[in-house]
């Protein structure tokens, strides 16, 4: 019995050797999965680094780039198209106008009454529209005739039981987002379709013409004003609420700046004469692209897998369309190096399925548990299971991709501020402020979803704008957000251009 006693205790003592060994290098294999996740972060961390020194680098390239495209067409990634917009609403505006927001599978009409005083709208009526979807690739006849049509009666019905009109025609201002030349203020041709629209009769075609004929053929006596597009817009709203705002971005789905330059300043139309000297410029900066950019691995494969490589590059960096599917690409990229999420899910191969409002909902998520966070791996990445650590591990991969996006939003604001001496520098590169520049008061108006509906995304830009600026400068300088610059703002240009005079732009 003894003998057999001791068999047994040396065969339960291999068994738990056995046992304990399995267990050991369970353990093992999982700190080397885990080792190799944190290693991919480590590695999105180091390339998204964007340490102020770095963001002053932005800042001076933006500066230098925007030098550059008022130069000479061509002579940098950024257009520096010029709005022919050369005075903003004062705020003395009167009268009731109209706008048309057409910039995309819908459009807005609105009429807007002003009552001459500083951010005074006495009363504002919209009404929108889908736009058959068949009208999209049908003729432009087609297209303005049925837009005519629906703006004849949104007039009819908003002046019905109102005073007459005035005998002056109806003012209009049309903001019309789509790749436009401008050739003044009141006209521009049309380069290319996007948005799924493909009326070919239309490219190369003077817009304002096409769509003054189409008033006529409704019998709606109405004049269009201005043509402009979304960021011109933003800034006339901004301009009318605040006087002191230069300048206007949007960060939504897609991201724009525009600003009020010196029209001697613009050097490609040395002929160019305005009655204020001035001139909105529309940057077209999600095109902008400078090597200080921090980019990573997962930017460029994005890149080259969009309808537009080597295009757009700082929206792809910035704006709400690409944030999510940059987030997507760092989770898939994981889950093949290791099995922490389970087994590769066919979902995280689908560009754009996390969308960025989705990224802001697990980032944002402050449950103990971060339920919300669990719900959209499932619901949305078939990602089932996981464990807190990793909810965790997904939120900082969030932050990451976020704070990158809104720190270099931040610097390319500065670099407008630069380029037109608000910034606090007087002239000093790299964006450092001096003692002896008195700061004016400095407003840039802001629209667009991310910025506004995003609370970290804000809070991060914030943070970059006062570390970049230093805090004395910073506090001159004010973010205020705007709502519809594309519609009330297109209506607020058209009263600061309206009653029939003539273009306020020359080019000699």
């Known amino acids: 019995m003894g003998k057999l006693a001791a068999g047994l205790a040396a065969a339960a003592a291999v068994a738990a050797c056995a046992v304990a060994g399995v267990v050991v290098g369970r353990r093992v294999r999982s700190r080397r999965k885990w080792k190799r996740v944190v290693g991919v972060l480590r590695e999105l961390e180091e390339a998204c680094e964007t340490p102020v020194g770095r963001l002053r680098q932005v800042v001076d390239a933006m500066a230098v780039e925007m030098h550059a495209g008022l130069a000479s067409e061509g002579g940098s990634k950024l257009k520096m198209l010029l709005t ?3 005075h903003l609403p004062t705020g003395s505006e009167i009268g009731t106008y109209y706008a048309l927001d057409l910039g995309g599978t819908n459009f807005r009409v609105l009429r807007v009454q002003l009552g001459g005083r500083r951010s005074s709208i006495l009363s504002q009526d919209v009404e929108r529209r889908p736009i058959p979807r068949h009208l999209m690739t049908s003729t432009s006849e087609d297209l303005f005739d049925f837009i005519a049509s629906t703006l004849k009666q949104f007039v009819e019905k908003e002046e019905s039981g109102s005073e007459p009109s ?15 030349k401008q050739l003044s203020i009141r006209s521009g041709i049309l380069m290319k379709w996007t948005k799924g629209f493909a009326i070919e009769d239309m490219v190369g075609k003077e817009v304002v013409g096409l769509l003054e004929a189409a008033l006529v053929r409704s019998g709606l006596d109405m004049r269009v004003a201005v043509l402009v597009n979304d960021t011109a817009g933003t800034l006339a709203l901004g301009h009318y609420d605040d006087a002191d705002t230069v300048a206007a971005v949007i960060i939504g789905t897609g991201t724009n700046a525009c600003y009020l330059e010196r029209a001697d300043a613009i050097i ?7 009655t204020s000297g001035c001139m909105v410029v529309n940057m077209e900066w999600g095109n902008f692209w400078s090597s200080h950019l921090p980019r990573t691995s997962y930017d460029i494969d994005l ?11 700082f929206e792809k960096m910035i704006s709400g369309m690409y944030l999510g599917d940059i987030v997507r690409r760092v989770i898939l990229r994981m889950s093949q190096d290791s099995d922490i999420f389970g087994p590769v899910s066919s979902r995280l191969s689908i560009p754009f399925i996390l969308q960025t409002p989705l990224l802001a909902a697990m ?13 959209i791996l499932k619901e949305t990445l078939e990602i089932s299971e996981v464990s807190l650590k990793v909810r965790k591990l997904v939120v900082r991969v969030c932050d990451v991709v976020t704070r990158r996006a809104a720190r270099l939003a931040a610097a390319g604001i500065v670099g407008i501020l630069k380029k037109i001496g608000r910034d606090g520098s007087g002239g000093v590169t790299g ?6 520049v008195k700061m004016r008061r400095t407003v840039v108006a802001i629209e667009g979803g991310l910025y506004t509906s995003y609370t970290m995304f804000r809070e991060y830009l914030h943070e970059a704008l006062n570390e970049i600026l230093g805090e004395d400068v910073a ?7 705007t709502e519809d610059g594309s519609g009330t703002g297109g209506a607020l240009l058209a009263a600061a251009y309206s009653s029939g005079s003539v273009d306020n732009v020359q080019s000699l």
């Open 166 to 180: 005035s005998v002056r025609a109806r003012e209009l201002g049309l903001t019309f987002s789509f790749p436009v």
């Open 268 to 274: 490609k139309c040395q002929g160019l004469l305005t």
């Open 84 to 86: 022919f917009v050369d």
């Open 431 to 436: 964006g450092r402020s001096r003692s002896d």
């Open 475 to 481: 506090h001159h300088v004010i973010l205020k957000v």
């Open 303 to 313: 890149d080259l897998e969009s309808p537009n490589p080597n295009d757009q590059g």
């Open 363 to 375: 980032h944002e998520d402050d449950s103990p548990e971060l339920k919300e966070v669990d719900k």
